[in-house]
């Protein structure tokens, strides 16, 4: 049993040899991993459902009370694979996940922050697949949304950790202040600090999950001057953190990394920021529908103006795309039909560590802000800071080079314009 490759008893892969990298190739032995996934699967199917109708019903019942249909299903269960880069034949093994990941046990707490990610998952008029499985999930504890409060809440906590140990997913949503020894944040009858609730709730974790800038950074509790010296969820735990960053983060970056963790059992590749790249390795600017304005240099000058109108690129009104990595531009939000530069404002670049710090001010551009940003900013992965540096150089040179271009076109044209005029001056006084 020293070498034993099938999974355990909490359905997750034991065998440290296993070679899950979606981003290349699955691997050299693709029907072993289809076997080993499809094996976590039973297991978890068995534990988690009741019979075989319990299991085929659960998910259509609840996405028929949205409305949402199976053909609707299907078409997300697709684009999920193909955004996790996995190949069609994991299409119904994304769709099993989906349905398990209704039954897993979860810990949501919440810290420091505006509970944005809350907000944005729980308020959608129409929610999308990914969103509707989040409002499913099976919530042991969220203090925003749960009915017991106080000792009881507590109670429910705590016993989670005991019966699902090493089985339940713990989700955070803010930063963690640290400061007079955590003090500044207490949640519950207790009193317990915020500090101490979460070493507590993820030392037992399956996995944990930081979601949104706050957590995954600090955020803006963690901007300076910092008073409450708050912290991202890895500076406090010395457990493995994947980090799901964004001002609020796209409920399908969420959803995506628990299905990926629920068909291997392990966290997804991730990046030197602890973010999966399946999300996480492009930046904005490269898939930005304006992208083509930036190429012809033309920009947004000012808000309102005829670029704004044409859509030109928003680069000159501070947009901070081209130095974010993040997938909002093909994920989308709102109903996956919209994003900060298609709704007419530039990036802010709240996917990166400090960006409240780094990236303001939001709206000048960005040479005139005099935005300085360090090479470990620009880190999608190890390639990232060469990548980076050269990118920022070059977008740095194309804006300059492209703007006094433009100027001198302008000068040129008003120049030829007076010449005329002048010579229509000379001909009418002939």
């Given amino acids: 049993m020293a070498n034993d490759n099938r999974s355990n008893s909490n359905g997750n892969n034991s065998d440290p040899d296993f070679k899950w990298d979606p981003l290349r190739f699955i691997s050299k032995k693709p029907d072993e991993v289809l076997k080993k996934v499809d094996d976590r699967l039973d297991v978890l199917e068995k534990e988690y459902f009741s019979d075989k109708k319990d299991k085929e019903e659960n998910l259509p019942n609840i996405l028929e009370i949205y409305g949402v249909s199976r053909r609707d299903f299907l078409k997300w269960t697709a684009f999920l694979t193909s955004a996790l880069m996995l190949p069609y034949i994991f299409e119904p093994r994304v769709a099993r996940a989906a349905n398990i990941l209704t039954r897993t046990p979860f810990i949501w707490l919440d810290m420091a922050d505006c509970m944005g990610n809350t907000e944005g998952f729980l308020r959608t008029a129409h929610p999308t697949p990914a969103e509707i499985i989040l409002n499913y999930v099976s919530v042991n504890y969220m203090e925003s949304i749960m009915a017991p409060a106080g000792y009881q809440a507590e109670t429910r906590r705590t016993e989670t950790v005991k019966k699902y140990k090493g089985k339940y997913i713990l989700v955070v949503e803010g930063a963690i202040p640290t400061g007079m020894d955590g003090k500044f944040l207490t949640i519950g009858a207790k009193g317990d600090t915020g500090l101490k609730i979460t070493k507590e709730t993820a030392k037992h974790a399956g996995v944990i999950i930081a979601v949104g800038n ?11 001057p910092n008073p409450t010296s708050a912290v991202g969820l890895s500076s406090v735990t010395n457990r493995s953190v994947i980090n799901i960053p964004a001002c609020p983060a796209n409920p399908v970056n969420l959803v995506g990394t628990l299905v990926e963790y629920i068909l291997i059992g392990k966290a997804p590749q991730l990046d030197s920021l602890g973010r999966p790249l399946w999300a996480y390795s492009g930046r904005l600017h490269d898939n930005c529908y304006r992208r083509g304005h930036f190429e012809a240099g033309e920009y947004v000058r000012q808000w309102g103006d005829d670029g704004a109108k044409k859509q030109y690129c928003l680069y000159m009104m501070g947009c901070k795309g081209p130095f974010t990595w993040n997938n909002c531009t093909t994920a989308e939000y709102n109903q996956d039909i919209s994003f900060p530069m298609r709704a007419g404002h530039g990036c802010i670049g709240c996917s990166q560590p400090a960006f409240w710090d780094r990236m303001t001010p939001f709206e000048k551009p960005n040479a005139d802000a005099k935005i300085i940003i360090p090479g470990i900013e620009a880190t999608a992965d190890e390639f990232g800071v060469g990548l980076f540096a ?13 703007g006094v271009k433009k100027k001198k076109e302008h000068k040129k044209s008003k120049n030829e314009k007076n010449d005329d005029s002048g010579k229509n001056d000379d001909n009418k006084k002939e």
């Fill in 214 to 224: 706050c957590a995954a950074y600090g955020g803006i509790p963690a901007a300076n």
């Fill in 390 to 402: 050269a990118a920022g150089a070059g977008i740095a040179a194309h804006a300059i080079y492209t």
